[in-house]
């Protein structure tokens, strides 16, 4: 099977930085797209930044020009780095990939446990 699990998080004032990292492990042939979202308390999961295994990324408006998403294929990890942090950032962020296991098959979506990342002075 398959294991992700993101680390990183904590509690930071506004403006501040954080960086997330995402590992991923277990029966992985390859990894196609890697994403991060977020959930914030009685909110939907939204999807927050998205990157191909050609590190083309792709952001939601609300975090572009402050996050970076990238990835080492070699390591099979993702990672967010955060700056100018606002309160509404505060979520836990989930880790979230697109899995091939074995050849000939299908990828298949997995998902960290989450990570809490709270912005407040």
């Known amino acids: 099977q398959v294991q992700l699990v993101e680390s990183g998080g904590g509690l930071v004032q506004p403006g501040g930085s954080l960086r997330l990292s995402c590992a991923a492990s277990?029966?992985?042939?390859?990894?196609?797209?890697m994403r991060w979202y977020r959930q914030a308390p009685g909110k939907q999961r939204e999807l927050v930044a998205g990157i191909t295994s050609g590190s083309h990324a792709v952001y939601v408006d609300s975090v572009k020009g402050r996050f970076t998403i990238s990835r080492d294929n070699a390591k099979n990890t993702v990672s967010l780095q955060m700056n100018s942090l606002k309160p509404e950032d505060t979520a836990v962020y989930y880790c979230?990939?697109?899995?091939?296991?074995?050849?000939?098959?299908?990828?298949?979506?997995?998902w960290g446990q989450g990570t809490q990342v709270t912005v407040s002075s």
């Open positions: 979230n990939a697109d899995v091939v296991i074995r050849v000939p098959g299908p990828a298949s979506s997995h």
């Open positions: 277990g029966s992985i042939f390859v990894i196609y797209d």
